[in-house]
């Protein structure tokens, strides 16, 4: 029997080695461990005032803090029993693709582009093209002002609270944001254009396909869970009655599957799910590229979070109009606070995210339950590379490794997120 080893797996969020056992030339074993310690946030925030949950929890992540921060404040509020105006959801909104502006420009040109290009890092492609690691700095600049407009700063933010928001940006410095996102579409078009034109393998996963979805939005802040091949659609609250949580040997990080199959979240089942409620720019760009919705092919998600990108973009320039134009108050609601359990989901930009907090009358978190993206994908990504691995078993070790290390990459792991 000889093994292929890849130790701390580069140019992903955390930890993580990949194995393959081979007995004759044949692959018999494949698996992705996570050496993460756990983190325990969902012990960390037991016995903490239902105020200071979100701060806390949008530690589990530095890219995607604010979709922590914002899906524990949902579940807060729906344990509260607290209502926020529109306007509350709109800037909320508008700082969850701030965090989709940051995450899939980093993922996409430092750690995606270099398997694409023959480089070992985003480094010599600042030498080679600088152009294009410019244009990824635009992005996410953008990414990082837009969050820190709404959030105030651009990591873990402090403006969100149980209700609404403590400020909110000036007129004027929306209207500044709103040029700035309308440069910035031929950015994230050409963004699109550059990952379509990479050559990706003719695979399609076993697994299932869950995102949120509604029919007149593309959910990534409200929406009922959907799963594309099963048909089936169910309230994100509802999480444990469908997602299915397992401790595996080998990862620090538990498996999770949906009516018993393995599945995946992230860009790829949203587009396959919401393609027709995407943005113009966006629908028109997805048209052109050629990419055929649905896809089972996971290497499309790289794809398919450049088409995000270019949705956002204009998205953002939509909200910001809406918020200049109307009135209404983000000021947080006013509540009592009250002994109750609730649950809440949204879309951070790897894939969906719950989170769920019981309260006892005192306002003091007595239990906490997270399930994060990667948590999710990880029993996918084993089973594609399970499949994937005996298709390129003959190809020398290093293109071998090459092809194992894209298959993980593609999925966009935060290994760190999958341990909290």
């Not at 604010?66 to 700082?95: F, G």
């Not at 402090?158 to 929306?174: C, I, R």
């Not at 099963?230 to 949580?245: C, F, K, L, N, V």
Request: aromatic share 6%.
């Amino acid at each position: 029997m000889s093994t292929v080893t890849v130790e701390h797996v580069a140019r992903i969020e955390g930890h993580g080695t990949i194995t393959v056992e081979m007995e004759s030339g044949v692959v018999s074993d494949v698996r992705i461990d996570v050496v993460e310690a756990a983190r325990f946030f969902e012990s960390l925030v037991v016995g903490r005032r239902f105020d200071e949950v979100s701060l806390i929890t949008s530690r589990i992540c530095g890219i995607c803090s604010p979709n922590h921060a914002l899906t524990s404040l949902k579940a807060i509020e729906a344990a509260l029993d607290v209502e926020v105006s529109e306007r509350t959801v709109l800037l909320r909104k508008l700082l969850v693709y701030g965090s989709y502006l940051q995450n899939h420009a980093t993922h996409l040109y430092v750690f995606a582009a270099p398997d694409f290009v023959g480089l070992p890092s985003v480094f010599p492609l600042a030498q080679s093209h600088p152009d294009i690691v410019e244009r990824a700095l635009r992005v996410k600049k953008t990414g990082n002002e837009l969050t820190t407009l709404v959030g105030g700063r651009p990591v873990h933010p402090v403006t969100a609270v149980v209700g609404g928001f403590t400020a909110e940006p000036s007129a004027s410095d929306l209207v500044a944001m709103r040029m700035r996102l309308e440069s910035l579409v031929a950015d994230t078009v050409a963004t699109a254009d550059l990952f379509s034109s990479f050559e990706v393998p003719d695979f399609a996963t076993s697994g299932e396909m869950v995102a949120l979805a509604a029919a007149d939005d593309y959910a990534i802040y409200d929406g009922d869970a959907a799963a594309l091949q099963a048909g089936w659609s169910r309230p994100a609250s509802e999480y444990r009655d469908y997602i299915t949580e397992a401790v595996v040997g080998h990862s620090n990080a538990k498996h999770s599957t949906v009516d018993g199959r393995t599945f995946m979240v992230g860009s790829l089942p949203r587009i396959n799910l919401s393609s027709a409620q995407l943005m113009p720019r966006a629908a028109e760009v997805l048209s052109a590229l050629g990419l055929a919705v649905p896809s089972l092919n996971t290497f499309h998600n790289n794809v398919c979070q450049a088409i995000e990108l270019v949705d956002a973009t204009e998205r953002c320039v939509a909200y910001i109009d809406e918020l200049l134009e109307a009135g209404g108050s983000s000021a947080p609601a006013p509540f009592a606070v009250r002994a109750g359990f609730g649950a809440a989901a949204t879309e951070a930009p790897r894939g969906t995210l719950y989170h769920a907090y019981g309260i006892d009358d005192a306002g003091m978190v007595v239990r906490g339950d997270i399930i994060t993206p990667t948590a999710q994908n990880l029993g996918n990504l084993e089973a594609d590379m399970r499949a994937f691995a005996p298709t390129i078993a003959g190809l020398p070790r290093e293109e071998f490794v090459l092809a194992m290390e894209k298959l993980v990459r593609a999925y966009d792991p935060c290994l760190s997120c999958a341990v909290h």
